[in-house]
């Protein structure tokens, strides 16, 4: 049965919704960006003014004024974003029960089952319209028989837009585009196509097979089925809980990290929010993986195995300050840290017994269940270790909103 997939981007999400209770901006060359006093100074979001004054997504700040002088900046609130993706989501989930999330502005839509004798076409307009009336947004919809040109349908014309990809035009409207407008085609990928001079999505559904497979492994043979329309997966079901990769927290610090005291402290704060994290979702981590970023932007990536999993902060903040000592030799003050938590099992399966004394663990996890409950009641951070007091992360820092978090699975299935 030929399936109809739906692609809902909202457009300039972020600030889209910045300009809901400022609707003066809409006039405006207008960026949501980080925070640069806390070296957060990036564009996260820009407005179709900013757009066409050649301000781009992820660039400095600095970069940005540069091109556009007049540039208005306004400071993200992750909630409200929050707000309305789940509330966006609410509204497509009258049409199916099968949405699945790409990210907060984003999500794949299964109509297969639902849409009847309905043009999809007209109901992806009816979409946009009420996206447009019930929530002064705006979204481009992909329609199409699989996700993959379904999420080129949404890309293909900005804003407020519907696109169609069928069986039969799939040829004419996908092939003469780039290959790096295929999802899961990065940059380095990309690069590594036009050297063997595959440059469009038609150039790559016309090589070989077997050649991409050992040119590129796994990931080469993945696109030329994505480039030949024959992508079969499935839009997941709206309550589906993904697999559970890693649990991570990482910040960039307001000021640099000058000595391992304050090094010391910033890995405590993050392997205490970790390791909340692990018990909330009843969860234990088998490898502990560190990331440092010295302030020239040098990254470096540490693990260690442990000898059986845990969530305890003293044992991963332990590891993360083993693997960050034999690491790294201070050749450079540290811009920013990362602690992750991966090969994930669950608290209640079996694990290797240790021959050390169960009592200590015991008080352990008694303690840090009561701090978890006084930090869930009272806000993170209320509770804190002593030597957390000597970090330099933000005061307001807030690791629910911060990178790193949770992986749910990979969204690019061969990384």
Request: charged share 30%; hydrophobic share 35%.
């Amino acid at each position: 049965m030929k399936r109809t997939i739906f692609h809902i981007d909202q457009n300039c999400y972020f600030a889209s919704v910045e300009m809901i209770a400022h609707p003066e901006l809409k006039d405006v060359p207008m960026a949501v960006t980080g925070d640069s006093s806390k070296r957060h100074g990036i564009i996260l979001a820009k407005n179709e003014h900013a757009k066409r004054a050649g301000v781009k997504t992820a660039e400095a700040i600095w970069q940005a004024e540069q091109k556009c002088p007049g540039l208005v900046k306004v400071s993200a609130h992750y909630d409200k974003y929050v707000f309305y993706s789940g509330r966006l989501r609410q509204m497509f989930e009258e049409y199916s029960d099968k949405v699945e999330p790409f990210g907060l502005d984003e999500c794949w839509v299964d109509l297969t089952d639902t849409i009847g004798d309905r043009d999809p076409e007209a109901v992806a307009d009816e979409i946009r319209r009420r996206v447009r009336d019930e929530f002064k947004l705006t979204c481009s919809v992909g329609v199409s028989f699989n996700k993959i040109f379904a999420k080129l349908g949404s890309d293909y014309r900005k804003p407020d837009a519907t696109t169609v990809i069928t069986e039969e035009n799939f040829r004419q409207i996908v092939w003469p585009l780039p290959a790096s407008d295929l999802l899961f085609v990065g940059g380095a990928t990309a690069s590594r196509l036009a050297d063997v001079n595959i440059r469009t999505i038609g150039d790559l559904a016309g090589a070989s097979r077997e050649f991409l497979r050992d040119y590129l492994g796994k990931s080469g043979d993945m696109l030329w089925i994505y480039a030949n329309g024959l992508d079969d997966s499935p839009v997941c079901d709206s309550d589906y809980e993904r697999e559970l990769k890693s649990i991570g927290n990482s910040t960039t610090t307001p000021e640099d990290i000058q000595n391992r005291r304050q090094a010391q402290g910033t890995f405590r704060s993050l392997s205490g929010t970790v390791a909340a994290r692990l018990r909330k979702h009843k969860l234990l981590g088998s490898c502990v993986q560190i990331t440092v970023r010295d302030k020239d932007l040098n990254s470096y990536e540490h693990q260690k195995m442990l000898f059986e999993p845990t969530d305890s902060d003293r044992v991963i903040f332990e590891t993360a300050m083993e693997l960050f000592d034999e690491s790294y030799d201070w050749h450079s003050s540290i811009r920013s840290v990362g602690v992750r938590c991966t090969k994930l099992v669950s608290d209640k399966s079996g694990i290797q017994m240790s021959l050390f004394s169960e009592a200590d663990k015991g008080q352990d996890r008694r303690l840090t269940k009561a701090i978890d409950t006084i930090n869930k009641r009272f806000g993170s951070g209320t509770v804190k270790s002593l030597s957390e007091l000597d970090d330099v992360t933000d005061r307001d820092f807030d690791p629910d909103m911060n990178d790193g978090g949770i992986t749910r699975g990979k969204k690019n299935p061969f990384a």
